[in-house]
């Protein structure tokens, strides 16, 4: 039987099937470059001065040795409480306790494809992530929390990368002489089981802080039933035009993230919601409904594939008031043209020294990050692009060790990327009020800025909408793709 072309449908047939296997292969060979390319990822320390403050996520510290008697400079809008004087290890130990989410392999296949890593391109995804997790830090364990054992993280520096990424090579390469699956983090050196039974009263709010922590991470872990993990992002994702290996903006990963905390099934996660602002402004009648609604489609008796959350002797953080939930607020900006104007380096500065914010995911051109912190004229962060094996957080006793972050990152403001997400959480309607009042202060612009990067409005967005005959996916642009469209929108940029 011959086809319209004149070849036998067979023949045709065939070249679609070796096609396939071609793309396939195609397909395996770059995601094994990448992991190869990101397992051996050398960069050099970071350096930081002694005579200029340091900001993390609402947290001041300053560098000068205790026998300097010299006042040191004042901390940007910073409290007293704050301030820390000469304490580097504090500061060491309050970034190690971040969540640090990187690229990973050996995990699953993503759904609608064979991926089996996300390196290469899933570095907005994993710098969400990161945002998210602090998000839930704030919310389950306050920002003073820090981890028992993030001072005994070993540094990544280049011995270390250099002689883990060379064993897991070799170890891949025998694997695919042998046939036999590479061994991944989950089956060696695994912490050992919490105790259940702690003694006094501190020792057994360490225990449930404990219970907090390893139950959050276990919700970004790299299975399709984590209720925040990459497969369920990408699940997400396909809903909006973006595939897996589909390179994601920060504006697009906002909404991502919304729909993955709205539809989290976990009763752990039934106290907070998302918001995510429409053109750069934030409706306060819309926070406030959030706020106060119930999520549709939540019982109390639905079951969780995570680690149940303790039920007693929760923190104090972690129990808002009745029929009030938090929200983490999401706000999608472009702070430039071609580049970052450099008049909102200090709006920045003034973002990332409030303790309610979130960070911001953004990064350099063809680099996604998630910017915590500055000190003078750099940001600090933490980077995604450093591939880890697969983690199984089903086990209780799962590692730890390979979701937080040794070693800081510092780059100039005048490489950041103009476009990004900013958020900030906020636990209950009263705190949001206080959050609109004190960044309504922070967005007045200057005599040179003549916009501010974002509003706050009151009343609902669909009071201002003029588009009101438009589709839901049109409303959203140029922050939401269509899945038939072609062209990528002003909300994206290149990320690798």
Request: negative net charge; charged residues 20%; proline residues 7%.
């Amino acid at each position: 039987m011959l086809c319209g072309n004149g070849f036998p449908a067979s023949l045709v047939q065939m070249e679609n099937n070796g096609s396939d296997e071609v793309e396939k292969l195609k397909t395996k060979f770059l995601s094994v470059w990448h992991n190869v390319k990101y397992s051996w990822a050398l960069k050099p320390k970071t350096s930081f001065s002694r005579n200029s403050p340091v900001l993390l996520l609402g947290k001041c510290y300053h560098f000068k040795a205790e026998d300097d008697d010299s006042v040191p400079e004042a901390c940007y809008e910073a409290s007293d409480e704050d301030f820390v004087m000469g304490n580097v290890e504090a500061f060491r130990k309050d970034f190690a306790s971040r969540l640090w989410l990187t690229y990973r392999e050996e995990f699953p296949p993503l759904p609608g494809s064979i991926l089996t890593s996300d390196c290469g391109w899933g570095c907005m995804l994993r710098a969400g992530q990161m945002m998210l997790a602090q998000a839930l830090t704030l919310h389950f364990l306050g920002r003073d929390w820090t981890w028992s054992e993030a001072l005994t993280l070993q540094p990544l520096d280049t011995e270390t990368w250099t002689t883990t990424a060379a064993k897991r090579l070799v170890a891949s390469l025998e694997a695919s002489l042998q046939g036999s699956p590479s061994p991944s983090d989950h089956g060696s050196s695994p912490l050992p089981q919490t105790q259940a039974a702690p003694g006094s009263a501190e020792e057994a709010d360490a225990h449930v802080k404990e219970m907090y922590h390893r139950t959050l991470v276990s919700w970004f872990g790299d299975s399709p039933s984590a209720q925040l993990g990459l497969h369920r992002l990408v699940r997400l994702g396909l809903t909006m035009g973006k595939q897996a290996g589909d390179w994601y903006g920060p504006a697009v990963v906002a909404h991502i993230l919304k729909k993955a905390v709205e539809e989290a099934m976990d009763p752990g996660l039934a106290g907070i919601t998302a918001y995510v602002s429409q053109d750069c402004t934030v409706y306060s009648a819309d926070v406030v409904d959030c706020h106060r609604a119930p999520r549709a489609g939540q019982t109390s008796d639905e079951t969780s594939d995570a680690p149940p959350l303790p039920q007693n002797d929760q923190p104090a953080s972690a129990s808002p008031l009745p029929d009030d939930r938090a929200v983490i607020i999401l706000i999608p900006v472009r702070l430039g043209g071609e580049k970052t104007n450099p008049e909102y380096f200090d709006f920045a500065k003034g973002i990332l020294s409030l303790e309610y914010c979130i960070g911001i995911i953004g990064g350099k051109p063809k680099q996604a990050c998630y910017f915590v912190g500055f000190q003078d004229d750099s940001l600090i962060y933490m980077d995604p692009h450093y591939c880890q094996s697969f983690v199984d957080v089903s086990t209780s006793d799962f590692p730890l060790q390979s979701y937080h972050c040794p070693s800081p990152k510092k780059m100039p403001f005048s490489k950041m990327d103009p476009s990004c997400t900013i958020g900030f959480y906020s636990r209950s309607v009263q705190d949001y009020e206080r959050i609109r009042q004190e960044l309504s202060k922070v967005l007045q612009p200057s005599a040179k800025e003549k916009y501010p990067a974002f509003t706050f409005v009151q009343g609902h967005g669909r009071d201002y909408d003029l588009s009101a005959g438009l589709t839901p996916e049109k409303k959203e642009w140029p922050f939401i793709c269509d899945p038939r469209r072609t062209v990528t929108t002003a909300g994206d940029f290149v990320l690798l």
